[in-house]
């Protein structure tokens, strides 16, 4: 009987096993590469419309301020009265790029071709200097405007956004080019803000393939052609305005590239996703939904476990936890400091103690009461934890006295650190009842020496306490200030 209710069994678990298994596999494929699908598709190009969109609000203003100046009646008259008096033309950029906060603003005569800057007269422009194409490209355009990156005639080590505005008389006829100039750090700043919202590699590549703006996290080849896997695409990416791709790199990450065209700049905006992190959640899905089925054959077993594990775990954290102030308790103290230790030597890391005691705590017991005074101090263990690291220990030492050890950190730093969490305390206002009042909170501080003593440790951490209280209370005082003393 038993025998048969054995294969009965085997025989259910087989068959639920096999339909678990078959059901999420179909599921898996079809999930995946719809979402691949849908990221390669959707997901991308959205991001690249998102960030193309950004890029031309920015780019809206300086266009505007470049057309008020274009057509301002002062611009005019002075280029029609002859160009006299340049100092006029200096100080109209120069309030320019002040009002508007520009990092340049800049006019070339078409009949002198003289360059007038905020600083004074640049240069002379002509046609046999190749910085000075875009002048002469300007001039012959049907629109009246272009956006253009160069360098900045005043300063060739700067990159810029120039915004070049036809400038014509009231005959229509044309009498040079004004505009101003914006920091590509707009755009970088641009770059740095998706990359961080999305998690993705964002960067602008020229028609050539070369990276030539990217975010301050970027690190990978600074061309195309050397990414592993995308050599045979790298035509196909820089001759269309638009596409999405995706390949295997030799690591075998999956890659998924969306490219635009931005002609402003006449660049290219590369969004890059590596592995799809949409499918590693399906991934995940897959092997829960396994898992699942496993666990139906042994689910009282389980159950049992989990709850022999959660009475456990409950055990180990009233062992192991204050329940007042969810610090850790002086018994299991020991066991964290030796381990801080052997960490400490391993590392060759500085390690130190801090003692802390609530000054007159006595006296919110005899005036509030236990109950309330336990408040105080669940709160100002708080407030401790959220001044300390993960790593760090906070221990309830005894009463109302807290002890700190700060791995990693040195005296000076421990210094810095629990003046901190003391300011912190001392302007927190406690609302007892229908009165709020402040405590404050003494400390010492002791820096761990080589095959020092937990008990030798905190006994010059406690001697520093006790001239901290000495001193007047609500201040730090270190072991290093009593041996100078």
Not at 319 to 335: E, Y
Not at 403 to 408: C, G, Y
Not at 415 to 426: C, D, G, P, T
Not at 431 to 444: E, I, K, N, P, Q
């Amino acid at each position: 009987m038993k025998a048969r209710k054995r294969f009965y069994s085997i025989v259910i678990s087989v068959i639920v096993l096999v339909g678990f298994l078959a059901t999420s596999l179909i599921g898996y494929f079809v999930a995946r590469d719809s979402i691949a699908d849908r990221l390669q598709q959707e997901m991308l190009p959205l991001s690249s419309d998102n960030i193309y969109s950004e890029i031309q609000r920015d780019l809206l203003q300086p266009v505007l301020i470049s057309s008020l100046m274009a057509n301002d009646t002062f611009v005019i008259e002075w280029v029609s009265e002859g160009e006299n008096d340049p100092i006029r033309m200096q100080r109209y950029l120069k309030q320019i790029q002040e009002q508007y906060q520009t990092i340049t603003a800049f006019f070339i005569s078409e009949k002198t071709r003289l360059y007038y800057h905020p600083e004074g007269i640049i240069k002379q422009v002509s046609e046999q200097d190749k910085a000075d194409e875009w002048y002469f490209r300007a001039r012959n355009l049907k629109q009246d405007y272009e956006i253009n990156i160069d360098s900045d005639t005043a300063d060739h080590k700067r990159l810029s956004i120039f915004v070049n505005y036809r400038v014509q008389n009231k005959q229509g006829d044309f009498i040079g080019v004004i505009g101003v100039g914006l920091s590509m750090e707009t755009v970088t700043r641009l770059i740095e803000n998706y990359q961080q919202r999305y998690g993705r590699e964002i960067y602008f590549v020229n028609r050539q393939g070369e990276v030539m703006l990217q975010s301050s996290q970027y690190s990978h080849e600074l061309h195309l052609q050397n990414k592993n896997g995308l050599e045979k695409l790298f035509t196909r990416i820089l001759t269309s305005p638009s596409a999405s791709v995706s390949f295997e790199a030799k690591n075998g990450n999956v890659i998924y590239l969306n490219s635009r065209l931005v002609p402003e700049f006449d660049w290219f905006l590369i969004i890059e996703q590596i592995n799809d992190p949409a499918s590693d959640k399906v991934e995940a899905a897959l092997i829960i939904n396994l898992l699942i089925s496993l666990a139906i054959s042994v689910v009282v077993l389980l159950v049992a476990h989990l709850a022999l594990k959660g009475y456990q775990g409950r055990l180990e954290t009233m062992a192991t936890r204050d329940k007042l102030t969810g610090a850790a308790t002086r018994q299991v103290f020991d066991s964290l400091f030796e381990q801080a230790v052997s960490r400490s030597k391993r590392y060759q890391q500085k390690m130190t103690l801090a003692l802390l005691d609530i000054d007159h705590f006595k006296q919110v017991n005899d005036t509030f009461g236990h109950h309330q005074g336990d408040k105080v101090l669940a709160a100002v263990a708080q407030i401790i934890k959220l001044h300390i690291r993960d790593s760090d220990v906070l221990c309830r030492w005894g009463g109302e006295e807290f002890l700190l050890l700060l791995n990693e950190c040195n005296l000076a730093h421990a210094e810095e650190r629990l003046e901190s969490v003391r300011q912190a305390i001392a302007a927190w206002r406690f609302h007892l009842d229908d009165t709020s009042l402040t405590v404050t909170v003494s400390a010492g501080l002791a820096e761990y020496e080589t095959g020092e003593s937990l008990t030798g440790l905190v006994e010059r951490a406690d001697k520093a306490l006790y001239q901290a209280k000495d001193q007047g209370r609500n201040r730090l005082i270190t072991s290093q200030q009593l041996r100078q003393a």
